[in-house]
């Protein structure tokens, strides 16, 4: 008799061992629209296509907080389908199909800028392409990695560690994909000895309606207008990056100094004659936010600029610029927080509960004017803006500026959100260029380099000739009521109407301080259920979709934290859900992933037992599910591989022994 | 007549008390649910929750053996091990914890327990910890292992027998033969010293006697007309010290009577054996210093049985310099075997006997047979505390029914029997009755000490 070796019992083996693998399937919604039935004629290779409106209502939206009644009268904002390729044939198939029927495309990273550069105006097909998150392949010796456009930059980052290598430059949210970064602009981290993305990109492959896939490299005249190309051109599907071994040692100083004036010199200085691989100036508005949420005042109170250094030649030089100005730098631990906190600027979030800002890029000389007279602006516009500076190559530096605004205050919000427009107006008129356009910088679009805007239109053309790309933005913005909504945005339009309101400001400004007293005193929230505040804290960052395994065993975000505290928004709106919908937010690993991932350190978990106490009254639960979904996890080597690692970059994971789950 | 080989049955008699972890894991708030310990764990420590299977309950620390295997896989480093703070602190004097929990396994079980990874313990230390016994035979057991090995018998005679038999010409027996008990097994259960056992416990009690064919041991004041008719034949009446031997009533199928002992007790053993000729007298005697002589009188006094009592940590009792049972009944058996005279009495050991091994250890050291006292109550989930206090027993044992009660003990007493019998078999000893007093089959740590000093002080006694 032949015997299985699975008769004689599971072996004892070093490693935990798994359960057989097990298939789960999450009740699904029945599909919705038209577009539903074409779409699955046409994607065979696998994707899942997405059309009940409680998924879809998702990806109505990105990182920011619109004003409902901007997002909803203006736009389109809902998409009629979204489709989760798996791979490239997947992405073809799809956009194959909005050829073939004049279908709008927008490409989707993880949806964490702010910009609107993801969000429909006209409806349409989302194309999610972050489950497209395969590493193709690390080369140690050239010094490359060749990556899926879904890959996310910590994930990479992580699997580059194994190698003794990390990343070039990242953005500020390292849980964005690599091809979202690509196109939306690629300043971040790094940027200052590294440069932008570009420059740190080999090659990328772009799948398009018009030539298919296309190969480009640094060689060709087309590879710079991918970058920054907010989905025009078609979607990046892979890129090759070059990446650098991990450096021996490397050490973030901090220096405080008592205004931005003088920190803002010591940086240009430190930045000449350090070299150093990174600096940043962070105004002392912030600072005092970051001492906030430590348990006590840990920094000193000024103006921060943490200068990031790698080699001895720049260490020894930073010290020796320190030596000569007298000045003395805060204890190594506090200038690696800071450092380390550079990725989570959204977790202020919970302080409005609500941010809104602007990001331009300005020249280096500009900068002290620029920020003073924002600040006096904003002061009028009884505003408190915060000032984060990142230092560019050359003369450049990108300038981020934030203030807390009341999400739960609707009139107050989209009244911060035209002032913020009105400071744009400021900053471009200085001669800053807004960094990305997406939808809500349109209005300063004109100020892009004229060659560049006309060498798109003409490579669009070529790619897409159909215009499904993203139509409705970047070359002219329209959504509900076509061009009439663009209108809103609309850089002749719109631009001198700014521009107008700042020069009579002695009579406008009065009018919006009274209507910003009198909706800050009556028109806040009265009561706020914990849900919906915990909901507004949240950065929406997307930094727990990465992390979730129930998003892995699913492919439905609103599985995920970020879909779920949609989900409490979208029922405290009266939004009717389904009890598919509700039943899928039980489908929780309770692994803390995400809350171990939250930047805002949003308490995740008593809001779930909450929103299922709510659910489970309304709709019931599923426990054979719930069941089924817990076996097929604990089943899987995915989820093995979560867990390995730690379920989170940055959990413990040294251990005893070096088992399994050691690096 | 059908052939019965004598066999104490077991069954599992789960604990009504809370377990007591001698290992106590704890799941720290990292724990990601992640369900690997589950996987890890062989014993059923950690498992999902029941309403919910999406978190971990709480690890079922009693089960934990110590194997460290869900420590070393959990991937969040969540778990962690300590020692049971209550397992700390239960008993005291010789009851350690390992005593005590050992002893809650067995009367759970019924089965031998298996302890640990590896001996880890000192190889010799105080009292029967310094007494090795010989079990050299193990290296050549049957061919069947103990299914295969002769019987081995565990039955003891309680009373006087004789030296040797006196036959008249005719061929008849002259020789007066006392009365004799058969007890199955070389333990009795005695409830003299515990005063926290009430009726329902004493019931129970009663009902093992008699499953496991010995007899308990019972205050006549605490005799009731129910316990009598629960088992006659095994309930010894004990009486206290002057009590009147005419005005004594005694239920006919009584075999034992056992007296406290007294300034008068030669004169009260005479009338008892007058009066009660077909029944055992044991007398019940507090060893303490010089105890032998007091043997060596007995024996001259024709007493069948010499029950010797000594303290809770088998010491000798009184003041000054008091030996361990175990030195007490070694001098006892020399004493008598001087003489040649050993037969003629049965010696009954109790106190300080608080493991299974205690038993074959004591018979090795000279008793024919011992008593069981406080095993009885910590076979009953007793955490054998320094101060009883009954209204707030954290076993409740007040509260225990007899059904329980003689399952318990009867688990004990069986695990406890197969341990003896183990220990027989590897010394190569077919029944109890030859263990006794067989100093050869054990090694005495003081002893080999002076031997080995001896040797190191140039020679000694060989000079």
Redesign the interface.
């Known amino acids: 008799m032949h015997v299985e070796s699975a008769d004689i019992g599971p072996a004892i083996s070093p490693e ?4 057989p693998r097990t298939t789960f399937l999450a009740k699904e919604e029945s599909p919705e629209g038209a577009l539903h039935q074409g779409l699955a004629r046409s994607c065979v290779s696998g994707s899942r296509i997405v059309s009940s409106s409680g998924e879809r209502m998702l990806y109505s939206r990105d990182q920011s907080e619109i004003p409902r009644f901007l997002r909803q009268i203006l736009f389109s904002s809902m998409p009629e389908a979204v489709v989760q390729a798996e791979s490239e044939e997947g992405v073809l198939e799809v956009l194959r199909f909005a050829s073939s029927t004049g279908t709008s495309v927008i490409p989707r990273g993880s949806g964490s800028s702010p910009f609107g550069g993801s969000m429909p105006v006209k409806g349409g097909i989302v194309l999610d392409v972050s489950r497209m998150n395969k590493i193709v392949g690390v080369d140690i010796e050239a010094l490359t990695a060749t990556v899926q456009t879904g890959v996310r930059w910590a994930d990479l980052d992580h699997e580059l560690g194994k190698n003794g290598l990390t990343l070039m430059t990242c953005p500020s949210s390292k849980f964005s994909t690599v091809g979202g970064w690509a196109a939306t602009g690629g300043v971040g981290m790094n940027s200052f000895s590294r440069g932008r993305l570009m420059a740190n990109v080999l090659s990328v492959e772009l799948a398009t309606p018009g030539r298919g896939i296309v190969r480009l490299t640094q060689a060709d005249r087309e590879f710079p207008l991918v970058f920054g190309s907010e989905g025009q051109l078609g979607v990046v599907t892979s890129a090759t990056l070059q990446v650098r071994r991990l450096p021996e040692r490397s050490r973030p100083r901090l220096v405080m100094f008592p205004d931005h004036g003088s920190a803002l010199a010591f940086a240009e200085e430190a930045a000449t004659s350090v070299r150093p691989v990174h600096i940043f100036y962070e105004s002392s508005l912030r600072v005092s936010y970051t001492n906030k949420m430590l348990d006590t005042p840990r920094i000193t109170p000024g103006d921060a600029v943490v200068v990031y250094v790698e080699d001895d030649a720049s260490q020894k030089a930073f010290d020796s610029l320190l030596a000569s100005k007298g000045l003395k730098e805060q204890p190594e631990y506090i200038a690696r927080y800071v450092w380390n906190e550079r990725f989570f600027p959204m977790k202020l979030r919970r302080f409005g509960p609500g941010m809104l800002g602007l990001e331009v890029v300005a020249s280096k000389g500009s900068l002290k004017p620029l920020m003073s007279s924002i600040s006096s602006l904003s002061t009028e516009l009884d505003l408190e803006p915060m000032f984060e500076v990142h230092m560019l190559p050359g003369d450049e530096a990108l300038l981020l500026c934030f203030f807390m605004a009341d999400q739960g205050n609707t009139l107050l919000y989209t009244l911060t959100a035209f002032k913020s427009l009105l400071l744009t107006r400021l900053a471009v008129d200085k001669g800053a260029t807004p960094y990305s356009v997406g939808i809500w910088n349109h209005a300063f679009s004109d100020v892009a380099e004229k060659d560049r805007k006309e060498s798109m239109r003409r490579l669009k053309a070529e790619y897409d000739p159909r215009g499904v790309m993203n139509p409705g933005k970047y070359f002219r913005l329209s959504g509900r009521f076509g061009a009439l909504s663009g209108l809103a945005m609309e850089p002749k339009l719109m631009g001198p109407l700014l521009r107008a309101v700042l020069m009579m400001s002695p009579l406008v400004l009065p009018v919006m301080h009274l209507v910003t007293e009198f909706s800050k005193d009556r028109l806040g929230p009265k009561d706020r259920p914990a849900d919906l505040r915990t909901a507004d804290e949240c950065a929406m960052c997307g930094a727990c979709v990465a992390v979730c395994p129930a998003y892995l065993a699913v492919g439905d975000e609103r599985v995920t934290a970020r879909g779920k505290l949609l989900t409490a928004k979208a029922m405290a709106a009266g939004v009717r859900i389904t009890k598919e919908h509700a039943h899928r937010t039980f489908l ?6 995400c809350e171990q991932v939250c930047q805002s350190k949003l308490e995740l978990i008593p809001f779930y037992e909450e929103l299922e106490r709510r659910l489970e009254r309304q709709f019931g639960r599923d426990p054979q599910e ?2 089924r979904f ?1 076996k097929y996890s ?1 089943s899987s080597p995915e ?1 093995d591989d979560l ?2 690692r ?2 989170v970059i940055g ?2 994971k040294h ?3 070096g ?3 050691a690096l | 007549m059908r052939y019965e080989r004598y066999h104490i049955p077991i069954e599992t008699v789960p604990t009504t008390a809370p377990p007591v972890p001698k290992f106590i894991i704890t799941r720290a708030s ?1 724990c ?5 310990c589950e ?2 764990c062989i014993f059923g420590v950690h498992k ?1 929750k029941e309403g ?4 971990m309950a709480d690890p079922l620390s009693h089960l934990c053996k110590n194997c460290f295997r869900c420590i ?2 959990c ?3 969540a778990l962690t091990m300590s020692l049971g703070q209550d397992y700390r602190a239960l008993g005291h004097g010789i009851w350690t914890p390992l005593r005590v929990s050992t002893i809650w396994g067995e009367a759970e079980t019924g089965k031998i327990p298996v302890l640990g990874a590896g001996y880890r313990g000192m190889f010799a230390g105080p009292d029967f910890d310094g007494v090795w016994t010989d079990m050299s035979e193990i290296v050549r057991p049957t061919r069947d292992g103990i299914h295969g090995r002769e019987t081995i018998s565990t039955s003891v005679d309680i009373g006087r027998k004789p030296l040797f038999l006196a036959f008249d010409t005719e061929g008849a027996l002259t020789t007066e033969l006392a009365p004799v008990v058969e007890l199955s097994v070389p333990m009795m259960l005695d409830a003299t010293r515990l005063e926290a056992a009430g009726p329902d416990v004493l019931m129970g009690f009663a009902l093992a006697a008699k499953g496991l064919d010995t007899f308990l041991l019972v205050p006549r004041d605490r005799i009731t007309k129910e316990l009598m008719e629960a088992a006659p034949s095994q309930i010894v009446p004990v009486l206290s010290e002057g009590t009147d031997v005419k005005s004594l009533e005694v239920d006919p199928r009584t075999r034992m009577v056992e007296l406290c002992v007294g300034a008068s007790w030669k004169n009260w053993a005479k009338a008892f054996a007058k009066r009660f000729p077909d029944k055992v007298l044991s007398l019940r005697v507090q060893a303490s210093k010089g105890v032998e002589e007091t043997v060596l009188e007995m024996l001259d006094a024709e007493v069948p049985v010499a029950h010797l009592e000594y303290d809770e940590d088998g010491r000798e009792q009184g003041r000054g310099e008091t030996r361990h049972a175990k030195d007490s009944l070694r001098a006892v058996h020399r004493a008598m075997t001087a003489k040649g005279v050993r037969d003629e009495i049965t010696v009954i050991a109790s106190g300080g006997v608080a493991a299974a091994e205690h038993v074959p250890k004591t018979i090795v050291c000279g008793a024919d047979a011992v008593s069981l006292e406080s095993a009885l109550m910590v076979a009953l989930s007793c955490r054998h505390c320094s101060t009883c206090r009954p209204s707030s027993c954290p076993a409740s044992i007040g509260a225990a029914g007899p059904d329980w009660v003689r399952g318990r003990v009867m688990n004990m007493v069986g695990a406890w029997r197969d341990q003896m019998l183990e220990m027989l078999g590897a010394m190569g000893i077919r029944e109890v009755r030859r263990l006794r007093g067989e100093v050869g089959r054990a090694i005495f740590y003081d002893d080999i000490q002076k031997e080995f000093l001896s040797i190191l002080s140039g020679g000694g006694e060989h000079g």
């Open positions: 935990p061992s798994r359960s929780c690993m309770r692994c803390k992933a719930i069941e817990v604990e989820y867990v390995k730690g379920l959990a413990p251990r005893v022994g088992g399994p789950g | 990292n990601v649910n992640c369900g690997k996987k890890a999902r919910d299977p999406r978190e070393s896989d991937p969040q480093r």
